[in-house]
């Protein structure tokens, strides 16, 4: 097997970005206070999340940094969500802890890619790539809350590959690909 058997995975400093972000917001809906009222620490939150407190307190700059959570010092001071859920979406998490989505690095620009000026894909990749951002795009946080959590929400339902597809690519490539589809269809 070729490659490193790497996978499109996201970090665990995402993964846990995402926890701390839902657990704010179960706090300030517990709390029974308005958008913003809940404040809490890092302490508190690694104690909820059973993240460590380091790795939160780094969560929690990078958040505040992006503008996800605003803190406040002080005996009453802590982190709060600036938005609510409904207004974050995955992407934009994503991208504040790892950086731009690219499949591959040619996507980036970065030049990191050997064959970068021989490839013959390279210029293709970017309908994927689109597709898998719009993708997360279209994904709230609030989507992601877990059952247990204090709202009422609209149950989740993933977008089949080909309406992800259609979301992104333009309608006349989306129809190109319908005469292919058939014949591939056909030929089982």
Wanted: charged share 25%; aromatic share 2%; net charge neutral.
């Amino acid at each position: 097997m070729i490659g490193s058997g790497a996978v499109l995975r996201l970090s665990k400093l995402t993964d846990y970005a995402v926890a701390v972000l839902i657990r704010l917001d179960r706090c300030q809906r517990e709390g029974g206070g308005e958008q913003g009222a809940c404040m809490a620490t890092a302490p508190h939150l690694a104690a909820l999340t059973g993240i460590p407190e380091p790795t939160v307190a780094k969560v929690l700059k990078t958040l505040a940094g992006s503008g996800f959570v605003t803190s406040a010092r002080g005996a009453r001071g802590g982190y709060r969500l600036s938005r609510p859920l409904e207004d974050i979406a995955l992407d934009e998490v994503i991208s504040a802890l790892d950086g731009p989505i690219a499949l591959i690095t040619c996507i980036e620009g970065t030049g990191g890619c050997e064959a970068y000026g021989r490839c013959d894909v390279r210029g293709r990749w970017e309908p994927v790539n689109e597709a898998v951002r719009s993708a997360l795009r279209a994904i709230s946080l609030a989507e992601l809350r877990g059952p247990g959590c204090c709202s009422e929400r609209p149950p989740m339902r993933a977008a089949s590959p080909r309406e992800a597809a259609l979301d992104t690519v333009s309608r006349e490539a989306a129809l190109d690909t319908v005469p292919r589809e058939a014949a591939l269809n056909s030929a089982e």
